[in-house]
């Protein structure tokens, strides 16, 4: 005879792991021309048409306001901050001529643990002061 309920802990386990470890989609109405943006364990990241200077200028003055920036290099898209005690890694990459990805991580605690308030607050900032 088999015994399901002795199972229950460990595929609620398992289904715990799965969910923690993949990559969601979320809909988001009018955040951009993709119409949303994945969540990973870290970070988030959306596709729009913005120009890349702008977007850029932005995102500098919003980590600039919020934290201390450390590291800029706009060549490679990369600006790295420390705000409220977590590091951040904002980037931007031309996905085609019209379009941009816009990624902001943030860990907390020596970069041990996500901080997804966090780039979740400045993703929504940078993309609303862009416009």
Same mark, same amino acid.
């Given at each position: 005879?088999? $015994?399901?309920?002795?199972? *229950? =802990?460990?595929?609620?386990? %398992? &289904?715990?792991?799965? %969910? &923690?470890?993949? &990559?969601?989609? %979320?809909?988001?109405?009018?955040?951009?021309?993709?119409?949303?943006?994945?969540? !990973?364990?870290?970070?988030?990241?959306? @596709?729009?048409?913005?120009?890349?200077?702008?977007?850029?200028?932005?995102?500098? #003055?919003?980590?600039? $306001? +919020?934290?201390? *920036?450390?590291?800029? #290099?706009?060549? $490679?898209? *990369? @600006? +790295?901050?420390?705000?409220?005690? !977590?590091?951040?890694?904002?980037?931007?990459?031309?996905?085609? =001529?019209? !379009?941009?990805?816009? /990624?902001? +991580?943030?860990?907390?605690?020596?970069?041990?643990?996500? #901080?997804? #308030?966090?780039? /979740? $607050?400045?993703? !929504?900032?940078?993309?609303?002061?862009?416009?």
């Amino acid at each position: 005879m088999l $015994r399901t309920h002795n199972n *229950i =802990p460990i595929v609620a386990g %398992l &289904c715990i792991v799965l %969910l &923690c470890n993949g &990559c969601t989609l %979320l809909a988001v109405g009018a955040a951009g021309v993709a119409g949303g943006y994945a969540v !990973s364990n870290d970070g988030v990241e959306g @596709i729009f048409d913005k120009n890349y200077n702008q977007l850029w200028q932005v995102a500098y #003055d919003v980590l600039g $306001r +919020q934290g201390n *920036i450390q590291i800029v #290099d706009k060549g $490679r898209g *990369i @600006i +790295q901050a420390k705000v409220g005690g !977590s590091d951040v890694k904002f980037h931007l990459e031309q996905a085609t =001529p019209h !379009s941009v990805v816009l /990624r902001v +991580q943030a860990r907390k605690f020596q970069k041990i643990f996500p #901080d997804m #308030d966090l780039a /979740r $607050r400045l993703y !929504s900032m940078i993309l609303k002061e862009a416009g």
